[in-house]
């Protein structure tokens, strides 16, 4: 009966000093890790670099090129802080790249607008993965927000150029 009696209280005190596990619901771990990585327009705007914007003969030499007008939506939305656009949308992000290029309008077709447009294809595919990566971390985002912007920059001011250098009318000693 002693041998009962005491095989009962080991049984219990086992089963009584089995270590309890939480399950994690991953859904909270996700929120969680989006809301610390989320940028907020304050956040973007402290950003320190050169914003160039597009001249009027740029404007008007652009006008027809809905791919860029489409660029641009996405950029005003980036500097919003709203960054969803680049939430697993892999194919209208190739997409529009690749029709970004392929129908760049004629008075700024260069090679150096094209190589603009490589940096800024490279830049837009690294904020979409990063993005889309449940390890970045704020800091991170915020510095491939920032090189997005800067090559949407560099972009104008290269489109801008090359019409400025276009419109000079120098005239050649004879």
Avoid: H
């Avoid at 027809?64 to 919003?80: A, F, G, R, T």
């Avoid at 194919?91 to 800024?120: C, F, G, M």
């Amino acid at each position: 009966m002693n041998l009962k009696l005491i095989s009962l209280i080991c049984i219990f005190m086992m089963v009584s000093s089995c270590k309890k596990t939480e399950e994690n619901n991953p859904e909270e771990v996700n929120d969680t890790e989006i809301k610390s990585q989320g940028l907020s327009e304050s956040d973007i705007a402290k950003l320190d670099f050169a914003d160039f914007g597009l001249d009027e003969k740029t404007e008007r030499a652009i006008e027809n090129w809905q791919e860029y007008y489409q660029l641009q939506d996405i950029v005003n939305n980036v500097k919003k802080g709203d960054l969803i656009y680049f939430s697993n949308n892999e194919e209208a992000i190739k997409t529009l790249l690749t029709d970004l290029k392929k129908n760049i309008p004629a008075p700024v077709n260069t090679s150096a607008t094209l190589a603009r447009l490589q940096v800024l294809d490279t830049k837009v595919l690294k904020l979409e993965s990063l993005y889309n990566l449940s390890t970045t971390s704020k800091s991170e985002l915020n510095a491939t927000v920032k090189e997005f912007l800067v090559a949407v920059s560099n972009l104008n001011f290269q489109m801008n150029k090359k019409l400025e250098k276009d419109s000079r009318n120098i005239q050649k000693p004879q």
